[in-house]
């Protein structure tokens, strides 16, 4: 049963959204992830939104650009955490998308990463996954370590050849 909902309003949203996907996939959390428009299709997303917890979603990760409705309408519904992923682009390059998402109403509370932050809205669903998961909560770990041992290598092979050789 997959423990987290990954859902955005258009395909084009897929190129962020899948980089969640791909987090979650390397530290072996199951996801759905559906395209559904709050706008557009309003029944489909209120059968979405209201089923999630029957689902068995724990956290539900939703993108969404300019007037970016879907995050907090998400969170309006599902009882569990939502992370909101402000997408990029359109006439105010995402700006309009992270204020949506970040201004909600007291009690409708959206986790909100940054524009176009797809992995790290992955990372932070399985952080919040990982209170109640040791084996989630050492990948995760071990996933951090990696990306310490990234910014070492990249400092020794500085220190090798040289910026200008870099």
Excluded: W
Excluded at 30 to 51: C, G, K, L, T, V
Excluded at 72 to 91: D, E, L, N, S, T
Excluded at 152 to 166: P, S, T
């Amino acid at each position: 049963m997959p423990q987290v909902g990954i859902v955005m309003g258009s395909d084009s949203d897929m190129p962020i959204m899948s980089k969640a996907a791909d987090i979650l996939d390397k530290l072996g959390v199951s996801y759905d992830m559906n395209i559904i428009s709050a706008h557009r299709e309003p029944q489909e997303f209120f059968d979405y939104a209201n089923s999630a917890e029957e689902r068995g979603y724990k956290v539900i990760i939703a993108g969404a650009g300019m007037a970016a409705h879907l995050p907090g309408m998400c969170a309006a519904i599902f009882p569990m955490p939502v992370i909101g992923i402000p997408m990029g682009g359109g006439a105010l390059n995402g700006t309009d998308a992270l204020y949506s998402i970040l201004q909600m109403p007291s009690g409708i509370p959206v986790a909100t990463v940054a524009i176009n932050g797809g992995a790290n809205a992955g990372l932070l669903a399985a952080k919040i996954l990982a209170t109640s998961d040791a084996e989630l909560l050492q990948k995760l770990k071990d996933y951090k370590e990696g990306l310490k041992e990234q910014v070492v290598n990249k400092d020794k092979r500085l220190q090798e050849v040289g910026y200008k050789n870099y």
